[in-house]
T-cell receptor, first 113, second 110 residues
């Protein structure tokens, strides 16, 4: 089974801190994604990467950046954390072909105080 | 109109019942369709893909209606363990990103 591992299950950070969320997958998937999930809003795409060193903005990229230096690792960076970035963050990976579903990591629940 | 819409529920059904959810999508260029299941405070997990001719996996049947632009999920003989939120997911054309519905909550009651 594909495994997608997110480095932290719960995080509490202060406003203005730079925050790194790490995601690693072990099945050589080309595509990787970062979503946030909020009640009533569902999953919203922040950034995605269709291959190493490639990145594309999703629907809500403001306040975030990403890094994909290696195929297995996709990092989400909150440049200066704000309280409205309190959310569940979900990383996903997928084979780089249409008609394949995502595999998600177990999520990081980030609270910014 | 939202790109992907689902009835949020909750659908409360007794054990053993048959329940169906629909999901409508707005982009006629959509090509890939999925149902995911999400348990409380857990990540979504792929339940099944949805194929043009319809497909079945045990007690679960998924169907696609391109003319009316909706997909459906039918669960037969509901179990307590089926209680979860069911997310409809649609891929637009040949793009890399999927659009998620906000989910339909199912509660199966003893």
């Amino acid at each position: 089974d594909v495994k997608v591992t997110q480095s932290s299950r719960y995080l509490v950070k202060r406003t203005g801190e730079k925050v790194f969320l790490e995601c690693v997958q072990d099945m050589d998937h080309e595509n990787m994604f970062w979503y946030r999930q909020d009640p009533g809003l569902g999953l919203r795409l922040i950034y995605f990467s269709y291959d190493v060193k490639m990145k594309e903005k999703g629907d809500i990229p403001e306040g975030y950046s990403v890094s994909r230096e290696k195929k297995e690792r996709f990092s989400l960076i909150l440049e200066s954390a704000s309280t409205n970035q309190t959310s569940m963050y979900l990383c996903a990976s997928r084979v780089g072909k249409a008609n394949y579903g995502y595999t998600f990591g177990s999520g990081t629940r980030l609270t910014v105080v | 109109r939202k790109e992907v819409e689902q009835d949020p529920g909750p659908f409360n059904v007794p054990e053993g019942a048959t329940v169906a959810f629909n999901c409508t999508y707005s982009n006629s260029a959509s090509q890939s369709f999925f149902w995911y299941r999400q348990d409380c405070r857990k990540e979504p997990k792929l339940l099944m893909s949805v194929y043009s001719s319809g497909n079945e996996d045990g007690r679960f049947t998924a169907q696609l209606n391109r003319a009316s632009q909706y997909i459906s999920l039918l669960i037969r003989d509901s179990k307590l363990s089926d209680s979860a939120t069911y997310l409809c997911v649609v891929n637009i054309g040949r793009t890399y990103k999927y659009i998620f519905g906000t989910g339909t909550r199912l509660k199966v009651l003893a």
